[in-house]
Structures are given as C-alpha cells and as structure tokens.
C-alpha cells in the first residue's frame, strides 16, 4: 500500500476514533456504552488470543529457564553453602554447650575437694596396648609428669609423658596401673588395679579390680572407693572417687581379698578432663564423693479388721489378703 496522504489521514482517523473509545470504555466501567461491543470483540479474538498464547509460552519460557539458568544455579548453591554453615553453628553451640556444662561439674568437684586444676579435652585415644588418651595440654599449661588426671565424675589416671601443647594420660584401667586406696566408711586400705581395655571385652562393666591388704577386713557390695593418696601427693592425690564394689570374690585361704569395681568414669567416652596441678591442703576424705542414692521405699501391708469365727463379735486385725489360720484340729494331726 502506497504511502500517500489520503492513508495517512484515514490511519489517524482511526487512531482517533480508537482512543476515544477506549476513554469512554474505561470511564464507563460495568456501564459502558460499548460493553457490547466489547464483549463481542473478546468472543471473536479470545480464542486467537488463547491458541496463539499456548504456542507461544512453552518457547518463552523455555528461553526464560536458559537465560535464567547460571543465576539460579549460583543461588541454590550460595543457599546450600548458608544451611551447612548453619548446621555447622547449631552443632558447635551443642557441643559448647555440652562441654560448658561438664566443666561446671568438673569445677565442682575439683573445689569440694580443694583441688586446683588445669582443664583440658580429649583430642585422642591409644591404640596400642596401653589404655591411653592424649589432652590438649602440656607443658606451657603447667603440666608435669605424674600428675593426678580427673573428670567430674572421678578418676581418670595419671599424666606419663608430656610435650609443651599435648599430654599423655595412662587411664586408670590399664592392667599396669596401681593406685593406692580405700574404703569409705571403714577407712580400710587396699590396692585398686585396672584390667585392661577400659572395660571393653570379657571384663563387663567392671574394669577395676580392689585387694584389701587385711583379708579380714569387712567390705560390702555398694561400698564407695577412694585414692589414698601417694608420697609427695604424686601421682595421685587423695580423696579422688574410683568406683563402686559390685562383687567380691569369697575365696579364702589368701592373705588378701578380692572386689571388683565399678568405676564412677565412663572411660570410653572421656572428654573434658582436668589435670590437678596442686595437692588440697588436707585430705578430703570422702568428701567429694557424690551423695549416696536413697533406698527405694518398702510397701506397709495394710490391716482391716475381720470378724472373729467364734461370733463373739469382736473384731480381730489381720492382714488384708491373707487367710486367717484355722484354730480346729483336722484329722491326722
């Protein structure tokens, strides 16, 4: 179609008439004059419109996804790296929590027995034949050789080797340890010795074992032990908890006895530890063992009064439950 004048006046004609329209639609709302008009024209090019929207979706979209694609990619990655972090915090703050809370108990028991302490962790067990762990303490923290080793709960060991930022600890169970003891209550003295493999294996739950040096002396299951304490307070100071007698061997005949012991320690899972640096000025005896478990409560059988066989009416007590025992002879008797 050419260009010329009459096409360009028909073309604003229209374009005028249009826009007219289209303000008179508009400001006519619901009422509109030409709401007729309008709604034939959405019934002719609705379906246009529809068809034609159908074929061209899936393509923009699909443009949409590549063009879109390396930004989406680097978010979901940027939001994988912010929840492992996350993760990462949450567990740090349990484990910070955790360990605050044993180092409360551990401070704890190291001032009822007038224990001065350096604190320390873990980082890693023997595995050779010695029951061992290693600390992250050593020398520059004050550490030395043959210093008594701790836990909330009681004792650990004694330090054999120390280098200036870890120590090694020999665990109270390792068959060569020897830790001079005693009795609470009857204050007999005895020698706790360890059997080997932190009570892992064929030991059970009792990896320490105790022999009185009176093979006379009474010892009862339940009873509590503590260190005795060594020469020069080293390696182990006393008044430091080891265990609960389970079982005693009755053999006789020796000239000492025999109790294995269950120790206050869970030695497989030690982690905040703390080494004693300095002695208590006087022996604390039994005061840093934990308060003993009160005794279960014993039922009272209940007494209902019962009616006497003679019929004198006078009611008799006997326990409710329970027949009463026949007061007439039977044959045989």
Same mark, same amino acid.
């Given at each position: 179609?050419?260009?010329?004048?009459?096409?360009? /006046?028909?073309?604003?004609?229209?374009?005028?008439?249009?826009?007219?329209?289209?303000?008179?639609?508009?400001?006519?709302?619901?009422?509109?004059?030409?709401?007729?008009?309008?709604?034939?024209?959405?019934?002719?090019?609705?379906?246009?419109?529809?068809?034609?929207?159908?074929?061209?979706?899936? /393509?923009?979209?699909?443009?949409?996804?590549?063009?879109?694609?390396?930004?989406?990619?680097?978010?979901?990655?940027?939001?994988?790296?912010?929840?492992?972090?996350?993760?990462?915090?949450?567990?740090?703050?349990?484990?910070?929590?955790?360990?605050?809370?044993?180092?409360?108990?551990?401070?704890?028991? +190291?001032?009822?027995?007038?224990?001065?302490?350096? =604190?320390?962790?873990?980082?890693?067990?023997?595995?050779?034949?010695?029951?061992?762990?290693?600390?992250?303490?050593?020398?520059?923290?004050?550490?030395?050789?043959?210093?008594?080793?701790?836990? +909330?709960?009681?004792?650990?060991?004694?330090?054999?080797?120390?280098?200036?930022?870890?120590?090694?600890?020999?665990?109270?169970?390792?068959?060569?340890?020897?830790?001079?003891?005693?009795?609470?209550?009857?204050?007999?003295?005895?020698?706790?010795?360890?059997?080997?493999?932190?009570?892992?294996?064929?030991?059970? +739950?009792?990896?320490?074992?105790?022999?009185?040096?009176?093979?006379?002396?009474?010892?009862?299951?339940?009873?509590?032990?503590?260190?005795?304490?060594?020469?020069?307070?080293?390696?182990?100071?006393?008044?430091?908890?080891?265990?609960?007698?389970?079982?005693?061997?009755?053999?006789?005949?020796?000239?000492?006895?025999?109790?294995?012991?269950?120790?206050?320690?869970?030695?497989?899972?030690?982690?905040?530890? +703390? &080494?004693?640096? =300095?002695?208590?000025?006087?022996?604390?005896?039994?005061?840093?063992?934990?308060?003993?478990?009160?005794?279960?409560?014993?039922?009272?059988?209940? &007494?209902?009064?019962?009616?006497?066989?003679?019929?004198?009416?006078?009611?008799?007590?006997?326990?409710?439950?329970?027949?009463?025992?026949?007061?007439?002879?039977?044959?045989?008797?």
């Amino acid at each position: 179609m050419k260009d010329t004048r009459r096409t360009r /006046v028909v073309l604003g004609a229209l374009l005028v008439v249009a826009l007219a329209m289209i303000t008179i639609d508009y400001r006519g709302g619901d009422d509109s004059p030409l709401r007729g008009l309008r709604d034939v024209g959405a019934t002719v090019f609705g379906p246009v419109e529809r068809a034609s929207a159908s074929v061209v979706r899936p /393509v923009s979209n699909t443009f949409d996804a590549i063009t879109d694609a390396p930004g989406e990619r680097q978010r979901a990655d940027r939001l994988e790296r912010q929840n492992q972090k996350l993760r990462e915090q949450l567990r740090s703050m349990r484990l910070d929590q955790d360990r605050s809370a044993q180092l409360q108990r551990l401070l704890g028991t +190291a001032g009822m027995g007038g224990y001065k302490i350096r =604190a320390a962790q873990v980082i890693s067990a023997g595995q050779g034949f010695e029951d061992t762990v290693t600390i992250d303490a050593g020398s520059r923290s004050g550490i030395k050789r043959d210093m008594t080793v701790m836990s +909330a709960d009681g004792l650990v060991g004694r330090v054999t080797r120390v280098g200036p930022a870890t120590a090694t600890v020999l665990l109270a169970t390792d068959q060569t340890s020897s830790i001079g003891s005693r009795l609470e209550g009857s204050k007999e003295i005895g020698i706790v010795q360890g059997r080997g493999r932190r009570g892992l294996g064929g030991h059970g +739950a009792t990896p320490l074992r105790f022999q009185l040096l009176d093979a006379a002396a009474p010892i009862q299951v339940g009873q509590r032990i503590v260190t005795l304490g060594s020469q020069g307070q080293r390696p182990y100071v006393p008044g430091v908890p080891i265990g609960v007698v389970e079982r005693i061997d009755r053999s006789t005949g020796g000239l000492t006895r025999t109790a294995y012991v269950r120790p206050f320690v869970r030695f497989t899972s030690l982690d905040v530890v +703390a &080494v004693v640096v =300095a002695p208590p000025k006087t022996d604390p005896r039994d005061a840093v063992l934990p308060p003993k478990p009160k005794p279960p409560a014993t039922p009272t059988p209940s &007494v209902t009064p019962s009616v006497s066989p003679s019929g004198s009416g006078r009611p008799e007590a006997r326990p409710s439950g329970r027949e009463s025992p026949s007061t007439n002879p039977t044959r045989g008797d």
